[in-house]
């Protein structure tokens, strides 16, 4: 059986087309738990109404918003009582195709259920534009990564299995026994940069991540954080935010030393010279970071702070 997880705030007119795209699978073991992370009853009620009555949903509700990490860290604690054999973590602000499930267990399975999986995801609004395919790490001091195909049309350059460096979490397959080995989401995160965490230490103990090109999801972009403006000063302070905890848990001193000094450089330059939107993105940026410089200092799980709220 498999557990799928999703998480609604305040945005139940996204997550319920999502959630009835996971209906129409047609992979049929599998159960939704569906958390409602703190959102306006209103919006709670609108789920309650469209899937109370579907037996393969479970609408779970968290009185405050935990942030994503939170609200998957407490979706895999539910769906852990019901022992499942995969966990399948999805954004709200996606449609999943109907065969994507059964693509994503049957590379698990080839892989000995020592793998996360991922698949190819697309941007909602240009269907067959590529968003991501998984990522390359280009410098393993800085953890500087790429991604291939990003913007590109989909002409099946990317069909084929491979391993990749770095997964998103956009949507991912994890096995039960993965879980239970490498732990829940870290909770120094409250949402982005999570997921580089978590496929990091998979992979130092030896798993692998793995994008398949037969599972396949439709994107719509940071609907919940910035009602789909990548450039958002909320979105771009969480980033800034993730960005520090990611490398001080990951990168060696030396190159921590060396990224801190970098990046506050970079981001002071684009918040003196570049133009208003990106302008305000760089300095939201900094902002985070430095959030992040005195965070490591008392190291407390986030709590979602953002001065752009």
């Given at each position: ?18 959630v ?48 994503y ?8 604690q ?110 120094y ?11 990091l ?63 506050f ?27 992040g410089f ?16």
């Amino acid at each position: 059986m498999i557990a799928i997880i999703t998480i609604n705030y305040n945005l139940s007119g996204e997550t319920i087309p999502c959630v009835e795209s996971i209906l129409k699978s047609e992979y049929p073991n599998y159960r939704v738990y569906l958390i409602d992370n703190g959102s306006a009853q209103d919006d709670y009620n609108k789920l309650l109404e469209a899937f109370n009555q579907q037996g393969k949903v479970n609408v779970l509700r968290i009185e405050k918003n935990c942030g994503y990490v939170g609200g998957v860290n407490f979706g895999l604690q539910k769906a852990m009582e019901s022992n499942p054999d995969y966990f399948l973590v999805m954004n709200n602000d996606t449609i999943i195709d109907k065969e994507a499930i059964g693509y994503l267990v049957y590379t698990a399975q080839r892989h000995k259920n020592n793998a996360i999986v991922s698949g190819k995801v697309y941007y909602y609004d240009r269907p067959d534009v590529l968003q991501h395919t998984g990522e390359i790490i280009t410098d393993h001091r800085y953890l500087k990564t790429f991604a291939p195909g990003k913007n590109e049309k989909d002409t099946g350059q990317f069909d084929e299995e491979i391993e990749r460096d770095a997964l998103d979490d956009v949507f991912w397959l994890l096995p039960l026994g993965l879980v239970k080995d490498v732990g829940f989401y870290c909770n120094y995160f409250f949402l982005y940069a999570e997921q580089g965490d978590y496929a990091l230490r998979a992979k130092k103990k030896g798993y692998k991540l793995i994008y398949t090109p037969d599972a396949k999801l439709w994107h719509k972009v940071s609907m919940t954080t910035g009602g789909g403006n990548t450039h958002s000063p909320k979105v771009c302070y969480w980033r800034g935010q993730g960005l520090f905890v990611l490398h001080y848990r990951h990168l060696k001193i030396k190159y921590l030393i060396l990224s801190i000094l970098k990046k506050f450089v970079t981001f002071s330059a684009l918040a003196l010279f570049k133009k208003e939107n990106k302008r305000n993105c760089a300095i939201a940026m900094l902002r985070g970071y430095f959030w992040g410089f005195c965070w490591m200092f008392n190291k407390r799980p986030n709590n979602g702070y953002n001065p752009y709220n």
